[in-house]
């Protein structure tokens, strides 16, 4: 064999090394964005729940608070500004992490939890505080999360319990609207 024949033939094998090269690094760098996609993921959905928890965790760590989003929730127009505007807080908070849980809900492990959080928030807007604050309030959000919102409010027959008619500590009584005001 001559010289040119074997410079022929150690190119071919290394086009062929260097094809298989090129093959094993597209599959490495696949496996690579499947994981961290994978991660990231699970990242987001832990962050979510996290989200959910810690909105929930502010009700628990200030009694006068808690009174002030219980009144909103059963007469919003009873409230002061300042008790408006923080109520207010709450449920743009509320609603702004459901939103943005929507966003992320291909995940199956998520569609629970944010038909649970979906509830949630259905269940805030049926009490009268809640429909009035989202009277004033619905323009500020994302068009599909209102939109899916609605859909809820609209089908009677599948809509959870307003939180004050399911759950008695969010009803007001005398003594209470008399100690908040």
């Known amino acids: 064999m001559d010289i040119q024949a074997t410079a022929q033939l150690l190119g071919n094998f290394g086009e062929f090394f260097g094809a298989i090269a090129v093959l094993v690094t597209l599959l490495y760098l696949g496996m690579q964005i499947r994981q961290n996609r994978e991660a990231i993921e699970i990242d987001s959905t832990r962050t979510i729940i996290q989200d959910f928890q810690s909105i929930w965790a502010t009700l628990g760590a200030d009694e006068k608070f808690t009174l002030i989003i219980r009144r909103a929730v059963n007469d919003w127009d009873n409230l002061s500004r ?100």
């Open 82 to 181: 300042n008790e408006q505007m923080r109520a207010h807080v709450f449920f743009v908070n509320l609603f702004t992490h459901y939103t943005s849980a929507i966003k992320l809900e291909a995940s199956a492990e998520l569609h629970e939890f944010i038909v649970a959080w979906e509830d949630n928030v259905v269940g805030l807007l049926r009490t009268p505080g809640g429909a009035k604050w989202y009277q004033t309030s619905q323009y500020l959000y994302d068009s599909e999360a209102v939109a899916r919102i609605n859909n809820r409010l609209s089908d009677v027959e599948a809509l959870p319990p307003a939180w004050n008619e399911l759950m008695g500590w969010w009803q007001i009584d005398e003594a209470e609207a008399q100690l908040s005001a």
